[in-house]
């Protein structure tokens, strides 16, 4: 049996590196030219945070996510294993309290351990929700890290190659995100717009997310001086162009956690749009021979173990109805 993925951003080699691991015969094909054109993943934050998610998120969100940390432990070369913090200016303190009250696993810190946490914040804010148990990954490394397994393996990634120019040798997965919108009507997208700052005036070891009056926005550690700002969620599906307002809030969130932020370097500015249905869920479907796996919303690094999983067992066990199984496609 061989079954080819249509798709290799985050989902689709997921999925193949799921597969693969139970024995499965695959092919990954892919209408982009290469990794790197997979603007969605490719500009993700890769926060492995079920816990905050519940915040603004359904319960199954922040179940299957907790599958995330030892997945991607297990598949890739680095887990940056260091909790996420959550901060507020004072005037936005009730927005901190709100926060923790629709969360669980955390801990509210004062200014001290927030100080021996994450020393260059500990001037700025004086209470803080430390969430140990969440992670982080660079999500680049991890696309390159999955790719390199699956080459490694013989498994072949098509690039530059639609679905209409392939020859399918067997049942079909189509991963391919909101281009899937043809096939599932009721898929809508999502746009994210992202900075990535450089700047070796502070060091900041973990995710932190700020309270904001719109959204909550976070800053996730790359390395080397490199962060990565984000979490615009506007509905749209205009994927191109990130728009001077959100520009000036993203910016302007980094200045409000650490001053330095004013001075770094802008080395990206990028933008997607992500999938995502009615109630913001996953969901797996058939038609005819072709499994959808799609709907990821914001939480693709997230979600995509579980989903991969999901998909795996249905593939192996038709009869089998996964958690995410949509029956109103069949």
């Excluded at 997921?14 to 892919?30: F, K, P, Q, S, Y």
């Excluded at 700025?124 to 696309?143: C, G, T």
């Excluded at 020859?167 to 096939?183: C, H, L, Q, Y």
Aim: glycine letters at 8%; proline letters at 6%; aromatic letters at 8%.
């Amino acid at each position: 049996m061989i079954i080819t993925i249509v798709g290799a951003g985050v989902m689709g080699l997921a999925i193949a590196t799921e597969l693969a691991e139970r024995g499965v015969g695959i092919e990954v094909i892919d209408q982009a030219p290469g990794l790197g054109a997979h603007a969605c993943s490719w500009y993700a934050g890769g926060m492995l945070s079920p816990w905050c998610e519940a915040d603004m998120s359904e319960p199954p969100i922040v179940k299957f996510g907790q599958e995330a940390v030892s997945w991607w432990r297990k598949h890739i070369s680095k887990v940056t294993e260091r909790g996420s913090i959550v901060l507020a200016p004072s005037r936005d303190s009730a927005e901190l309290n709100r926060f923790a009250r629709r969360t669980q696993n955390h801990k509210s810190i004062d200014g001290n351990a927030l100080a021996e946490l994450e020393p260059d914040l500990a001037e700025s804010f004086s209470k803080a929700l430390y969430f140990a148990d969440e992670a982080h990954i660079n999500p680049r490394q991890a696309l390159r890290d999955l790719s390199e397994k699956l080459l490694n393996h013989g498994i072949k990634i098509h690039y530059d190659t639609p679905l209409k120019d392939y020859v399918s040798k067997g049942k079909i997965i189509n991963a391919t995100g909101f281009n899937a919108r043809i096939k599932l009507q009721d898929l809508r997208g999502v746009k994210g717009e992202a900075l990535l700052l450089k700047t070796h005036e502070i060091n900041i070891t973990r995710p932190i997310r700020l309270m904001h009056p719109r959204f909550p926005v976070y800053i996730v550690p790359r390395g080397s001086g490199t962060y990565m700002i984000g979490a615009t969620q506007i509905e749209s599906e205009e994927r191109s162009k990130i728009t001077a307002r959100s520009m000036v809030d993203l910016l302007n969130a980094a200045y409000t956690i650490h001053p330095a932020f004013g001075e770094a370097e802008v080395l990206e500015i990028g933008c997607d749009v992500r999938p995502a249905f009615p109630d913001n869920i996953p969901k797996l479907c058939w038609q005819g021979d072709t499994l959808h796996v799609n709907g990821l919303f914001r939480h693709g690094f997230l979600l995509a173990p579980a989903c991969a999983r999901m998909a795996a067992d249905t593939i192996l066990n038709p009869k089998h109805i996964p958690e995410f199984m949509d029956e109103n496609y069949r």
